[in-house]
């Protein structure tokens, strides 16, 4: 049987601020310029969530949209939705805070509470202009 992919897509806010701690503060804005910003900013992100796999041949679905919609609600956007990705999570407390990292981090979230036979890629969008893609 073909696989086939389906995408959910999800929103959340949050803010955050990209900074190395190692660097100094000269380097740190040099590197990261306005996102180096000391007291934060925010982006609307927008997630797509594709799930990829074989449909089961007795319902039709890759995964129910539902049960995905369910899962990125418990495992991402409570968690990430309107916080300081800086300040308020324990994924980015020594963690830079950039798309990819955000992605990777997304991935990681969600691929347990996925039927393992499935495939699973995030795309993140942090403005309409700029998405990153996690697995490449
Ligand atoms: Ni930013």
């Known amino acids: 049987m073909?696989?086939?992919?389906?995408?959910?897509?999800?929103?959340?806010?949050?803010?955050?601020?990209?900074?190395?701690?190692?660097?100094?503060?000269?380097?740190?804005?040099?590197i990261f310029g306005k996102c180096n910003n000391p007291n934060y900013h925010g982006h609307n992100y927008e997630l797509e969530v594709k799930v990829i796999g074989v449909c089961n041949a007795e319902i039709g679905y890759v995964i129910d949209t539902k049960i995905l919609s369910h899962i990125i609600k418990e495992k991402i956007l409570n968690r990430f939705d309107h916080k300081n990705l800086n300040l308020d999570t324990e994924e980015f407390t020594d963690l830079n805070p950039t798309a990819e990292n955000i992605a990777i981090v997304i991935y990681n979230l969600l691929k347990p509470e996925i039927d393992p036979t499935l495939d699973l890629k995030i795309k993140l969008y942090e403005t309409p202009r700029n998405y990153v893609e996690y697995p490449y």
């Open 2 to 30: 073909d696989k086939t992919a389906i995408v959910r897509c999800e929103h959340f806010n949050a803010a955050h601020r990209l900074h190395n701690k190692n660097w100094s503060d000269e380097k740190n804005k040099e």
